[in-house]
C-alpha cells in the first residue's frame, strides 16, 4: 500500500494558478497510475485527472481541459495538477489518489478561490 500526502492548496483568487503536488512513499510509484479527484462543499467526490504510470496516458474531465495539466516525475515519486485561470467553481478539497490494489487516498488539500 502506498501513502499519498497533498500539498500546494491555498487561497487564491479568480484567475489564479495553483500547483498541487501528491507526494507517495511505500509501494512502487512508478507501477501505479495516478488520479486527481476533487470534492466541493454539499457535492459528492468527482473525477479530475488521470496520468499512467510512466506518464504516457493522460485523461482529464471535461471540467478540467484546457485548464488543468497532471504531470509525474517517477524518479521523486510526486504527480502534480497544475491549475490555471481559477474560478469559484474550483473550490474543492482535492484529493490524489493510486491504482495500487488498495484504493489509496491523501489526505486532500483545500483549495479556495475568491471572487
Known amino acids: 500500500q502506498v501513502q499519498l500526502v497533498e500539498s500546494g492548496g491555498g487561497l487564491v483568487q479568480v484567475g489564479g494558478s495553483l500547483r498541487l503536488a501528491c507526494a507517495a512513499s511505500g509501494g512502487t510509484f512508478s507501477s501505479y497510475d495516478m488520479f486527481w479527484y476533487r470534492q466541493a462543499p454539499g457535492k459528492e467526490r468527482e473525477f479530475v485527472a488521470a496520468i499512467g504510470a510512466n506518464g504516457g496516458k493522460l485523461v482529464y474531465a471535461d471540467s478540467a481541459k484546457g485548464r488543468f495539466t497532471i504531470s509525474r516525475d517517477n524518479a521523486k515519486n510526486t504527480v502534480w495538477l497544475q491549475i490555471h485561470s481559477l474560478t469559484p467553481e474550483d473550490t474543492a478539497i482535492y484529493y490524489c489518489?493510486?491504482?495500487?490494489?488498495?484504493?489509496?487516498w491523501g489526505q486532500g488539500t483545500q483549495v479556495t478561490v475568491s471572487s
Open positions: 489518489n493510486a491504482a495500487d490494489g488498495f484504493d489509496s
